[in-house]
C-alpha cells in the first residue's frame, strides 16, 4: 500500500521594502547643527566678560570650521564660523591694548603722586606717634605749630596709624588735594589733606579728620 506524498509548501523569501524606481527607500539621515559655528558668532558679537569671550569665540570657530566639512551639517556653518573668529581675535586684542593703556595710566598716576602721597603719610604717621617736630618738618612753613599740637593731642586716643588709603587724589605740578580714610588703633576717620610744592620739596598745607 503506498502512502501519498506530504503536500507541497511554497517557499519562502524575507521580506522586501517597496522599492521606487530606483530601487529600494532608504530614508536620508538627519540633519546635523553647526552649534559651534553658532554659538562662536554669538559670543564674538558679546564680549562683556574680557578675553574669556573672545577666547571662547575662537576655540569654537575652529570647532565649527571643522564640523562644517561633514556633508551632513545643515548649512555649513562655515560664514559664522569664520566671522565668529575674526571677531574673538578683534575682541582679545583690543581687550589687551585697553588693559596695556589702562595700566600704564595708572602706574603713571601712582608715580606722579607717589611723593605728595609719601608727605601726607609721613605728617598722619608723625603725629599718631607724638612727634610734632618731625611733623612740622613735613609741613609747609605757613602751617602753626599750636594748630598742629593741638591736632595731635586731639589725635592720641585714637592710637597709632595702621593704614592709609586714598579714595580721591587731585594732583597738579604746583599741589593738590587727598582725600581718603585712615584707620588708627582705636578709630577710623576719612581725611582731607591738601599739599603744596615748595623748593621742589612737597608739604603739607592743611591736615582735617572728619
Known amino acids: ?52 569671550m573672545g577666547l571662547l569665540a575662537v576655540i569654537l570657530g575652529f570647532m565649527g570650521l571643522r564640523r562644517a566639512r561633514d556633508p551632513q551639517v545643515a548649512g555649513g556653518g562655515r560664514g559664522l564660523a569664520v566671522v ?26 601712582a608715580k606722579v603722586t607717589e611723593k605728595p602721597r609719601a608727605a601726607a603719610r609721613q605728617v598722619v604717621q608723625d603725629l599718631s606717634d607724638g612727634n610734632l617736630t618731625a611733623a612740622m618738618s613735613v609741613c609747609s612753613s605757613r ?15 585714637w592710637g597709632t596709624l595702621k593704614d592709609m588709603t586714598n579714595t580721591s587724589i587731585s594732583i597738579d605740578t604746583d599741589g593738590g588735594v587727598l582725600k581718603g580714610k585712615a584707620t588708627f588703633a582705636n578709630a577710623t576717620k576719612n581725611y582731607e589733606i591738601h599739599v603744596d610744592l615748595e623748593s621742589d620739596q612737597w608739604k603739607v598745607m592743611s591736615l582735617e579728620f572728619k
Open 1 to 52: 500500500m503506498s502512502q501519498a506524498p506530504p503536500p507541497a509548501y511554497p517557499p519562502q523569501y524575507p521580506p522586501t521594502t517597496p522599492s521606487g524606481p530606483g530601487g529600494p527607500y532608504n530614508p536620508p539621515p538627519p540633519a546635523k547643527n553647526n552649534l559651534s559655528a553658532l554659538f562662536s558668532l554669538i559670543f564674538g558679537l558679546f564680549q562683556c566678560i574680557p578675553f574669556l
Open 84 to 109: 565668529g573668529i575674526i571677531l574673538g581675535f578683534i575682541g582679545l586684542i583690543g581687550w589687551t591694548v585697553f588693559f596695556a593703556f589702562g595700566g600704564l595710566a595708572l602706574w603713571t598716576a
Open 143 to 157: 602751617m602753626d605749630k599750636e594748630d598742629m599740637a593741638q591736632l595731635m593731642r586731639t589725635m592720641k586716643p
